[in-house]
């Protein structure tokens, strides 16, 4: 795998993670939403990245298995 695509996935994983980890302060502090809100925005995108993290690695082996 080119190291271009590895920095790319480092990267874009760190982006997601920073996302994930402030969206609550960004809903209490800058929007002036309750507390549920933000903590529910985390809840949610864990839950989409606990579903489609297996779902993207199978779909990702696929040529390799089928080629």
């Known amino acids: 795998m080119d190291v ?3 920095i790319l996935i480092f990267a874009f994983g760190i982006a ?3 996302c994930i ?3 609550p ?3 209490l502090c800058v929007l002036h939403m309750p507390g ?5 925005a985390t809840i949610v ?3 989409a990245i606990a579903v489609f993290r ?3 690695g199978v779909l990702s082996e696929w040529p ?4």
Do not use: E
């Open 4 to 6: 271009h695509y590895l």
């Open 16 to 18: 997601l993670a920073y």
């Open 21 to 23: 980890i402030y969206t």
């Open 25 to 27: 302060t960004f809903a």
């Open 36 to 40: 549920s809100s933000g903590q529910f």
């Open 45 to 47: 995108a864990g839950a």
């Open 54 to 56: 297996p779902l993207a």
């Open 64 to 67: 390799v298995k089928n080629g």
